[in-house]
């Protein structure tokens, strides 16, 4: 099966409603990243975050180690946060090999 | 803070042909990576380089050669390119495998 999933596919929200992303992984993680990606664009680093919670803005980021399990969630969403999001993870200790999720495809309507 | 820059941004080549896209980060990151994105897709490790001279290899490295030829610079050679490869191709680097930063990518197109 796949090493990382990331759920829902896709999202359709009104502007001002919050968003949950789920990343789920196979094994343990050593090191664990979430991007943003505009469509056509770079990638952006959102957060490096391993295991436990970060917050930047009205982002926060939750990673659960031991249960093989990371989210995204965003507060009061807005059009400008229409786009990609996905979770990248090094799956084997001392290994500096990243495996991508498929992403999730974010559409915040006005 | 540091950048990563890749050339060309787009790049034109005929089926077969042998094709080399560059990177260059100025971070003085020990680690390289290269990854394809298909449109609409995920991101596929090619391959990826520890330290200056190491090379390794990711789940999509046949048809592909790399070449770390100094610490800030990474270079991907398309062997002999094929229609069903066009991609974006991205570059990051990080400090011992940790935060990865991106390049803008290249785009190639295979006539």
């Known amino acids: 099966g796949q090493q990382v999933q990331q759920s829902p596919a896709s999202l359709v929200l009104q502007e001002g409603e919050n968003a949950e992303l789920q990343c789920n992984f196979s094994s343990t993680a050593t090191r664990l990243q979430w991007f943003y990606q505009h469509p056509g664009g770079r990638l952006v680093s959102l957060f490096y975050?391993?295991?436990g919670t970060k917050h930047t803005g009205r982002l926060t980021s939750t990673t659960v180690t031991n249960e093989r399990r990371s989210s995204l969630h965003i507060s009061s969403s807005q059009t400008t946060d229409s786009g990609t999001y996905f979770c990248a993870i090094d799956l084997n200790t001392g290994n500096y090999k990243y495996v991508f999720g498929a992403g999730t495809r974010l559409k915040v309507i006005a | 803070g540091g950048i990563i820059t890749q050339t060309p941004k787009f790049l034109i080549g005929q089926e077969g042909q042998k094709l080399t896209l560059k990177c260059q980060q100025n971070?003085?990151?020990?680690?390289m990576y290269w990854y394809r994105q298909d449109s609409g897709k995920g991101l596929r490790l090619i391959y990826y380089s520890i330290t200056e001279n190491d090379l390794q290899k990711g789940d999509l490295s046949e048809g592909y050669d790399a070449s770390r030829e100094k610490k800030s610079s990474f270079s991907l050679t398309v062997t002999s390119a094929q229609k069903n490869e066009m991609a974006v191709f991205l570059c990051a680097s990080s400090w011992g495998g940790a935060e990865q930063f991106f390049g803008p990518g290249t785009r190639l197109t295979v006539l």
């Open positions: 975050n391993p295991s």
């Open positions: 971070f003085n990151h020990d680690t």
